[in-house]
């Protein structure tokens, strides 16, 4: 509402998407309290934004970052949700962020931006939930906070390095880990060679929907294919015959950010659906089209489910081979124990 009053809509849709994002922090937990994750999302946020902008310029940079990024996100998803939840936003943040290289003032301008969102999302939470006196303590914390993150995750390379030099990795974070990498630089790369506009939804939709178990992933990948779909359409036939102001659309905008929160542990296809809808009706107080960016998405959907999907049976497929090859491997040594005495 006020980038729309003082005349500069583009500025408060970047700091409601901040705000509309640390939201979903509420939900999360960190240490028992809902608002270190907006704290925590908030300021990554910042950062992976203005990382994002600045490296959007070279697809090599930005392929490795995202690999980067995505390896450490799936390393953090044994820890707890809060802080799994932060490092999968960040990540996303850094894939949206790219789609609008520039340069470092207007990055930082970006950046800023999207804190301002978050910091008001956590004022209001605070407010909300009568925790000023518990937000006030976290401020104070927050370097205790950096070195406990540094220390833990530290301590989650070194788990992994041990897993790996053992050959056991059935309960690691790292197979999940190297399929996320290698996801994200496969879908980050046809992103940037494609130069598909708002082809950033390509990695970020892999991303979201490989999930560590294939049926997971292949619900994951339905679901959100078929919500986009839907919203994009029915969002798309609204503008086309309503018509709202951009008072309108705020309020539209308000309205399915509230539906998307309601749904978000519910239904992952209403929750894409109502999802979509928000992302059109934001993107339209911009005067971009709003039959235009359901196609840019629901395509960029279907290509990024379907990266992410192809690469999780791929590895199925291979482990099953490693598999029957081990067991090969022991019918013929206990062949061998058999037949021996009677040599």
């Not at 910091?119 to 939930?129: K, N, P, Y």
């Not at 990948?221 to 709202?244: C, E, M, N, Q």
């Not at 039959?291 to 998405?297: D, K, Y």
């Amino acid at each position: 509402m006020v980038g729309i009053a003082i005349g500069h809509p583009a500025g408060g849709m970047i700091a409601a998407g901040g705000a509309m994002t640390a939201g979903f922090g509420a939900k999360q937990s960190i240490d028992n309290s809902p608002l270190l994750p907006i704290i925590f999302v908030s300021f990554g946020m910042a950062f992976c934004t203005f990382i994002g902008v600045v490296a959007g310029h070279n697809s090599w940079v930005l392929t490795v970052l995202a690999t980067l990024f995505g390896f450490g996100y799936g390393m953090m998803s044994r820890r707890a949700a809060g802080y799994s939840w932060v490092g999968q936003q960040c990540v996303v943040t850094l894939l949206v962020a790219s789609a609008f290289p520039s340069s470092p003032e207007q990055a930082a301008q970006r950046s800023a931006l999207i804190f301002a969102g978050g910091i008001i999302q956590l004022l209001f939470s605070a407010f909300l939930f009568k925790a000023f006196g518990e937000l006030g303590g976290h401020v104070r914390a927050l370097a205790s906070y950096v070195r406990s993150e540094e220390l833990a995750l530290r301590r989650t390379y070194l788990t992994a390095v041990l897993s790996l030099r053992h050959r056991q990795m059935r309960n690691s974070a790292l197979p999940y880990a190297c399929r996320l990498a290698a996801v994200l630089a496969i879908s980050t790369e046809i992103y940037h060679q494609l130069h598909f506009e708002s082809g950033y939804w390509i990695p970020m939709t892999a991303l979201l929907v490989l999930r560590p178990g294939i049926a997971d992933t292949a619900s994951r990948a339905i679901a959100r294919t078929v919500g986009t779909l839907a919203g994009g359409v029915l969002s798309s036939v609204f503008l086309v015959y309503v018509h709202p102001s951009p008072y309108g659309l705020a309020v539209l905008v308000v309205l399915f950010t509230w539906l998307s929160y309601g749904v978000n542990n519910v239904n992952y296809g209403l929750f894409s659906l109502f999802l979509t809808s928000y992302i059109v009706f934001l993107l339209s107080l911009n005067h971009i089209p709003g039959a235009e960016i359901a196609h840019r998405r629901f395509v960029c959907t279907m290509v990024g489910g379907a990266i992410a999907l192809s690469v999780r049976l791929f590895v199925i497929r291979l482990r099953n081979k490693q598999d029957q090859e081990s067991i090969q491997v022991l019918l013929q040594k206990g062949s061998v124990a058999t037949t021996e005495p009677a040599r």
